[in-house]
């Protein structure tokens, strides 16, 4: 059942923005209003999350996922459309209401998650339900509780700077989850983290939705990290949504050139599975086996395959078996009853879709970044008055202010209130690390 439904979002920076969606809705382009100094971050934006989904939100830096995002709890007011969870419009709400709602159904959880340096992991963990007014000892015992879900048992005691990047990253998790909140909003959460560390956090994240069943909307512009995370995926592209579907939707069937060049250098053999691209059983039938005999029926397609696997078999498995002999690989449902064939031809056909010449399938390596492949867009310095703008509701749950100052101060870098940043340590537009070296990872894992 959806939980989460935006429905034809929009929100528009600068002045007058109700004329600028009426503009957008009679077909005026982002970069017409750019031109009078407004800006179209969303655009039309519909979509709905039920309970126990990932909906990852890609694209590359300035597309609009952050502001996206914040509309989503209300951090930010859409300029039109309409935002529900659990069927109330959070544009209805009373500032008052709506602060209730955003303590005690919604958390979110940033890229750079700042904590409060005097308190100690626990305390911080706890942090949400001390807003919420939750005596100490039940926050306490609920936010231990969070860190071992989180992967900190022992380290309750401990202070901030004693923790690594990564650990620091799942006190911001535990802090979310201690909250019970059912509404997880990720902005790149996993960002800024080493690539083997930020496996490890997609993993535990994958691990704990299994049995949490969160309703999460996590953003990225890492499109292995999309592809891993997503049951479903929205592509955002200068502020409009341009495809949402499963991993597999996005590969195998692009709404677009622009999909299809981003997508172009994703390692398809990790994220298609055999019930994805296989072809009818039926298909088989009539054809001979090695040993010379026909194939008429299921069983003999059984007993004739050089494999049989299930339905959710990476296609970079299915290599070896494939170019054993002729007879199509069979695939079977949780049940072991033939779902479908993976003959050759189709593999091959499927991992070259979209792909350059030479396929990118089951090369660790890969070609030149998608950075070249998809021009991304520098990011602009959000003036001091509309950080102020945003600052508003920000503090009332975000990171502590305090630290993301320091962090910012002492990086020299452009930190937004709510402890988000869109600069790497580097310097770099968040666009610019692409899906390249993530990429390898998985292709190597
Ligand atoms: N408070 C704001 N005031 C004016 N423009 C903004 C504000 N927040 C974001 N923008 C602009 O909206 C666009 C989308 O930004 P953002 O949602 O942060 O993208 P992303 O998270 O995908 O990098 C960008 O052009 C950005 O400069
Ligand atoms: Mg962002």
């Not at 059984?302 to 007879?327: K, N, R, W, Y």
């Amino acid at each position: 059942m959806a939980r989460l439904q935006a429905e034809h979002v929009y929100k528009v920076f600068g002045r007058r923005p109700e004329d600028a969606v009426r503009r957008l809705e009679d077909g005026a382009s982002r970069e017409e209003l750019r031109a009078d100094g407004t800006t179209a971050a969303v655009i039309d934006a519909s979509f709905s999350v039920d309970e126990g989904q990932i909906f990852v939100v890609m694209g590359l830096s300035g597309s609009g996922k952050s502001t996206l995002l914040r509309t989503l709890n209300g951090l930010l007011e859409p300029t039109a459309g309409s935002v529900r969870f659990d069927g109330q419009d959070l544009t209805s709400l009373s500032d008052r209401e709506l602060r209730k709602v955003r303590s005690e159904k919604i958390s979110m959880v940033f890229q750079h998650f700042a904590l409060f340096p005097h308190r100690s992991v626990l305390e911080n963990a706890a942090y949400g339900l001390e807003v919420q007014g939750v005596p100490r000892a039940e926050r306490e015992k609920r936010a231990t509780e969070a860190l071992h879900l989180a992967g900190l048992e022992g380290w309750e005691k401990s202070w901030p700077d004693e923790l690594s990047g990564g650990m620091q990253q799942r006190v911001g998790l535990a802090r979310a989850l201690a909250t019970d909140a059912d509404l997880l909003l990720m902005d790149e959460s996993f960002s800024a983290l080493d690539p083997l560390i930020r496996r490890d956090m997609q993993d535990q994240l994958l691990e704990l939705q299994k049995t949490l069943k969160k309703t999460i909307v996590f953003i990225t512009h890492d499109l292995n990290e999309a592809m891993r995370l997503g049951d479903r995926i929205a592509v955002m592209r200068d502020g409009r949504i341009v495809q949402i579907g499963s991993a597999e939707d996005i590969l195998l069937r692009p709404a677009n050139d622009y999909v299809a060049s981003f997508i172009q250098d994703v390692d398809r053999s990790r994220v298609l599975t055999a019930g994805a691209i296989m072809v009818d059983a039926d298909e088989v039938l009539g054809r001979t086996a090695d040993h010379g005999e026909t194939i008429r029926t299921a069983e003999d397609f059984l007993a004739a395959a050089p494999a049989t696997v299930p339905l959710d078999t990476p296609v970079a498995e299915l290599f070896g078996p494939c170019s054993l002999g002729t007879v199509p690989v069979a695939v079977v449902d949780a049940e072991g009853a033939l779902a479908g064939a993976v003959p050759v031809q189709r593999l091959l056909s499927v991992l070259g879709e979209g792909g350059q010449p030479g396929g990118t399938a089951g090369q660790a390596g890969g070609t030149a970044g998608q950075a070249d492949a998809v021009k991304t867009e520098t990011v602009k310095t959000k003036t001091a008055k509309t950080k102020a703008a945003d600052t508003r509701a920000a503090e009332a749950e975000a990171a502590p202010t305090e630290t993301a100052d320091k962090k910012a101060d002492a990086g020299g870098r452009q930190t937004a209130a709510d402890g988000t940043a869109d600069v790497q340590p580097d310097g770099k537009p968040d666009g610019m690390t692409g899906g390249k070296p993530e990429g390898k990872v998985i292709a190597g894992a």
